[in-house]
């Protein structure tokens, strides 16, 4: 996977509405059908990175089951942030997919 | 190919390392001039476009490090690396070191030295050409499944004659001659023989030949083979003794050939140094006329192909036709064949394989200390190996070279095994019970080199995986930041409580086993045989059938040698018996009829061991007397024929009656009908050993009842050499040709009696204080590693007020937790796994609560000794200096 | 300009795979040719596509040979092994299903 592709999907969910950590993975992976799958070990370096540049911002609120809960949410910075990151992802995209288009193959 | 040309680059890579870097530069080179192209053609200066193609490219050493990376995934670099790396470990940590290796030194060296052992014994490759085919054959009589009786040599000839399943059958049967002639009179272990021995065991003679088949017919010229230990010993290795003749109980035999000392049959029986034909020996000779005499035992070859099973039908055919044929002499009789090398092995394989699976917990046990240690020294070891990650090397890469580390530990220990083992073996050699097979045939040789090598590298990888694994978990950059005193805190000391929890259940087995033995051992040697051994000396001596052929010669013989020994000053009273309790050559067990009860059902018999003995032999031996009279000089062959009877005897055969003054029918052949009357009952005697239950006996006057021989015993005061040397005087009085051997006392003949006990018992035990020591090791470890890491917790504690007492119950009970755990699992284990031991115990049942309680108790007090030690230390500690040790 | 770093390992090796699998290329190819064909939006940075060259090698995707080049001198030239057509074939399911995973939420927002 594209590196940064982690940052532009957190911030995609949280366009949604607040979110805690863990509503946040299971929401990309069930909105992928699962196929991106989210692991702890990096949700949570790329949520505080998001945070410190100030993309997202955080708060204790309760959640679902009565628990205290760090919630996350989108910081208007955070939005700007996202549809330059949604543009440039989909300008790599298409560069990757130029490269692999079969359309262009020689003969061998 | 995929796998074929990686390995080919990879080899490729190793040997023109520089070449593959040489490429590489070359590649790269390429690269920065198409840049530098690329800028001048942009318009820039050659020297300026050159400098930015430099720069763009980036550092070049790294890339060509990673690039190395890749491709040199070369383990033989790797791997002396590792080694070298390894060894400054292990030097660096020389206590460390050092008990990892002698712990498993100690595992391996005990598993080296009984493996060496069951390899000559159990595994031997026995020295006949196919000696798979080989089996032995033996009558069984119906009525006693479990005994085993001779075959006649007239039934020998049948069966040999009419089968169609074996090659060929040979007959043996084992005599003591008298070889005289040669230096001074010796007794020689003789081997009768059918001559087709010979070639049925492949036997190659040093010198002229074997017997032949006429060697082998009534009639014939007597012939002997010598062994190459007699040639060499009596006749000074003479080149010329081959045509000469030899006296053997004063007959003359020509010497045919000489075997090598290579050649040994029996397995497992003295060294035979004598073979002659068995229709030539002097006492079984004219008894092979004799169809009613079972004689001969019998090994035969089976045809290539046939089975056992088929054999054994076609056998039982034969059998049950001789059966018909020969109602007198063969009717009850049925033919068994076993392979020859059962009958070799025999019991110990048993005792062999409870030793070896001892010994083997034993290896575990080191191993999960050794794997303990190397745990508690990952976790601290766990900041070096996260900085070796983050500087590049893979997880595979450092457990590789954790890997290394415990096996270069393996081969260190496992070569300390090798020592020990060899020392082992030669220092137990002597007390190997004589009854194992090629005691010198054990040795630490090849087979068991490679099984030490094999357990030592299996022992590295026992105790040096799981730690490596522990020591590289997967998210290390917490292992960075956090440092060393945190991780695998969890995992390690979840796996360290395991290790000593099984180690801890191990040694309980171990010790239950031991304790066992020990608690059977100390029984048997208590038990009380019946008599009293002490200051009993014992000796025997074997008249030659060319002198004293007749019983009134061994009557006179007998009269005379206890006249002789009486008149030595210093011996109390002698006797002569035959045979003594316990035996070498075993007991004679006959059957007998009371006179006056209806007679037995068809089929039903009763039988007890028989001993003919001289009237001082209850006094001498000081077998108690119950009831009537001992024999006196008085019960000579002209008075009427009397009998002693043990108590059990008594009390099995007579419930409630007085048996004193009845008549019992028995005798040795040819007096089987000879009825004598019961004139005494004598207190019951261990006489088959002392683990088996006094069995009926009965005792008839020798004068009544003389053999050719017999054994000597003596009480006296004297030292037993003194006794040893006033009977050969008193017997070289009479007949100066007459060998005496086998002069010992009689509580050293007991000692060999139970030598195997005491072997096993002896190995088991040390295997077991092994374990106890050990699995002490392993708790303290575990308990000071936790202790230390607990100080902090410890000093905080101590600094809020607790007392001295609470932080001992602290430290002190988790040694205790893990070992009841350990106890209760070992305990479980240990009951279900003693009962395959059970036919070795004696008095002592497999799950002997004294036994397991005991065991539970000293290993409890163990555990906590050893916990007490790191308890202590952490109490010693400075709450100050513990809270700032962080 | 992306950074190189912005090309996580398995993209670039997937690129590389396809790329030489139109042609045998060397290295300086290889390079050109992803960046050519993704109109400058990606360049491959030389401290990635070496080692990344050296370790598809050691897989036996791809292998290497010197052989006389455009560049007028002979040149590493590495080609696609059979395997390395089908890890390709692999790596293509594999990006397709993860590149449209990605979209379905991006778009759906």
């Not at chain 2, 070359?26 to 400098?51: D, F, N, P, S, Y």
């Not at chain 2, 004063?250 to 004598?274: H, K």
């Not at chain 2, 090798?418 to 050699?429: D, E, G, P, Q």
Request: net charge positive.
């Amino acid at each position: 996977m594209l590196q940064g592709t982690l940052d532009m999907l957190v911030l995609q969910t949280l366009a949604l509405g607040p979110a805690h950590g863990h509503t946040i993975t299971h929401v990309i992976e069930h909105r992928s059908e699962d196929v991106l799958q989210v692991e702890h070990g990096s949700l949570y370096p790329a949520l505080h990175r998001l945070e410190d540049r100030g993309w997202i911002a955080s708060f204790w609120g309760t959640s679902e089951n009565n628990r205290k809960a760090k919630y996350y949410r989108l910081t208007q910075a955070g939005r700007k942030q996202l549809i330059a990151q949604t543009a440039r992802w989909e300008q790599l995209v298409s560069a990757i997919g130029r490269i692999l288009k079969p359309a262009t193959e020689e003969p061998r | 190919m995929r796998i074929f040309r990686i390995i080919q680059r990879r080899a490729r890579s190793l040997v023109h390392r520089s070449r593959a870097d040489a490429e590489l530069q070359r590649e790269i080179e390429i690269h920065i001039q198409q840049l530098t192209k690329e800028a001048v053609a942009a318009g820039m200066t050659e020297t300026e476009a050159r400098a930015r193609a430099v720069r763009n490219f980036g550092p070049i050493d790294p890339t060509k490090e990673k690039c190395r990376d890749t491709r040199g995934v070369n383990w033989i670099q790797d791997f002396t690396q590792d080694l070298h790396y390894g060894l400054r470990i292990l030097l660096d940590s020389p206590g460390f070191t050092a008990i990892a290796i002698l712990t498993i030194g100690l595992g391996i060296g005990a598993n080296t030295a009984i493996f060496s052992i069951v390899d000559a014994v159990l595994l031997p490759s026995l020295p006949y050409r196919h000696s798979n085919q080989l089996v032995a054959m033996f009558n069984v009589p119906v009525k006693r499944p479990d005994a085993i009786a001779g075959i006649s040599y007239r039934d020998f000839t049948e069966y040999r004659k009419q089968n169609g399943v074996f090659s060929e059958i040979a007959g043996n049967t084992f005599h003591d001659l008298t070889l005289t002639g040669a230096g001074e009179p010796i007794i020689v272990n003789t081997a009768d023989v059918t001559p087709e021995i010979f070639p049925l065991l492949n036997a190659k003679p040093l010198a002229g030949r074997t017997l032949l088949p006429e060697d082998g017919k009534p009639g014939a010229a007597a012939v002997a083979v010598v062994s190459e230990n007699l040639w060499r010993s009596r006749f000074g290795s003479s080149s010329g003794l081959v045509g000469k003749s030899i006296a053997l109980d004063m007959r003359s035999f020509t010497v045919a050939g000489i075997l090598p000392a290579s050649f040994r049959y029996p397995e497992g029986a003295p060294r035979q140094d004598v073979w002659i034909s068995v229709l030539q020996d002097p006492l079984f000779g004219p008894l092979a006329s004799q169809p009613r005499v079972g004689l001969l035992g019998a090994i035969g070859r089976l045809k290539p192909g046939v089975p056992l099973a088929k054999a054994q039908a076609e056998m039982d055919t034969l059998s049950a036709r001789l059966a018909k044929e020969f109602p007198d002499e063969d009717s009850g009789l049925t033919i068994r064949i076993k392979p020859y090398w059962e009958t070799v092995i025999g019991n110990v394989r048993l005792a062999l394989l409870v030793l070896l699976s001892a010994v083997g917990l034993l290896l575990l046990i080191a191993c999960a200390n050794i794997a303990n240690l190397l745990v508690s020294r990952a976790t601290t070891r766990a900041r070096e190996i996260a900085v070796r990650i983050a500087l590049g090397a893979s997880r595979a890469r450092i457990v590789r070279q954790l890997l290394t580390e415990s096996a270069l530990l393996a081969l260190l220990g496992g070569f300390a095994g090798i020592l020990l083992a060899v020392f082992a073996v030669r220092t137990l050699r002597p007390f190997l019970p004589s009854e194992i097979v090629q005691i010198s045939s054990i040795h630490v040789g090849g087979s068991v080199l490679a099984f030490a090598l094999l357990l030592s590298l299996a022992a590295a990888l026992a105790f040096g995986l799981a730690p490596a694994l522990i020591a590289t978990p997967s998210n290390l950059q917490i292992n960075i930041k956090e440092g060393s005193e945190r991780t695998g805190k969890r995992g390690g000391q979840h796996l360290r409580n395991f290790l000593v929890i099984a180690e801890i259940s191990l040694a309980v087995v171990l010790l239950v086993a031991g304790g066992l033995l020990l608690r059977s051992f100390a029984l048997v040697t208590s038990v009380n045989p019946g008599f009293d051994p002490q200051n009993v000396t014992e000796a025997e001596v074997s008249l030659p059938q060319f002198q004293y052929s007749t019983p009134q010669q061994w009557r006179a013989f007998s009269n005379q040698l206890l006249a002789r020994l009486d008149a030595q000053p210093g011996l109390r009273n002698s006797a002569l018996a035959a045979p003594l309790p316990m035996d070498r050559q075993g007991q004679a067990n006959l059957e007998f009829s009371i006179v006056g009860n209806a007679p037995l059902p068809r089929g039903k018999s009763t039988s007890a061991n028989y001993q003919t003995v001289s009237p001082e032999y209850f006094r001498v031996m000081r077998i108690p007397l119950m009831s009537g009279r001992f024999f006196s000089e008085q019960d000579s062959p002209s008075h009427p024929k009397v009998a002693i009877i043990s108590e059990t005897l008594a009390q099995r055969y007579f419930p409630n009656q007085d048996p004193i003054g009845r008549q019992m029918r028995f005798g040795f052949p040819p007096d089987t009908n000879v009825s004598r009357e019961i004139v005494g009952v004598v207190g019951d005697v261990r006489d088959v050993a002392l683990s088996q239950k006094p069995g009926p006996i009965m005792y008839v006057p020798f004068a009544q009842a003389p053999l050719y021989g017999g054994e000597v015993v003596v009480r006296s005061s004297l030292s037993a050499s003194s006794v040893a040397a006033a009977i050969r005087q008193a017997v070289y009085s009479i007949d100066k040709n007459l060998p005496v051997t086998d002069v010992e006392s009689f509580p050293n003949a007991l000692g060999q009696s139970i030598s195997r006990e005491r072997f096993r018992t002896f190995l088991l035990a040390s295997f077991s204080a092994l374990a106890l020591i050990l699995a002490a090791i392993g708790i303290f470890g575990v308990v000071s590693y936790s202790a230390s890491q607990r100080r902090q917790e410890i000093g905080i504690r101590v600094a809020l007020g607790a007392q001295r007492a609470d932080v001992l119950r602290l430290i002190l009970g988790q040694g205790a937790k893990l070992a009841l755990l350990g106890l209760g699992v070992g305990i479980v284990f240990a009951f279900l796994l003693t009962r395959l031991m059970a036919s070795m115990l004696y008095g002592v049942s497999p799950s002997d609560p004294v036994t397991f309680g005991a065991v539970a108790i000293i290993l409890f007090v163990v555990a906590v000794t050893a916990c007490y030690i790191p308890a202590r230390r952490a109490l010693r500690v400075d709450p100050l200096v513990a809270l700032r040790y962080q | 300009m992306p950074k190189p770093s912005d090309l996580l390992q398995g993209t670039l090796d997937l690129l590389i795979l396809r790329t030489i699998a139109r042609s045998p290329l060397h290295g300086w190819g290889i390079a050109k040719r992803i960046q050519t064909l993704s109109g400058d939006e990606l360049s491959v940075g030389q401290g990635s596509l070496y080692p990344a060259l050296h370790r598809l090698e050691n897989q036996g995707w791809i292998r290497a040979k010197w052989e006389e080049s455009d560049l007028g001198r002979p040149a590493k030239i590495y080609s696609l092994t059979p395997q390395g057509r089908k890890q390709l074939e692999r790596e293509l399911q594999s990006w397709d299903r993860l590149s449209s995973a990605v979209r379905l939420l991006i778009q759906n927002a």
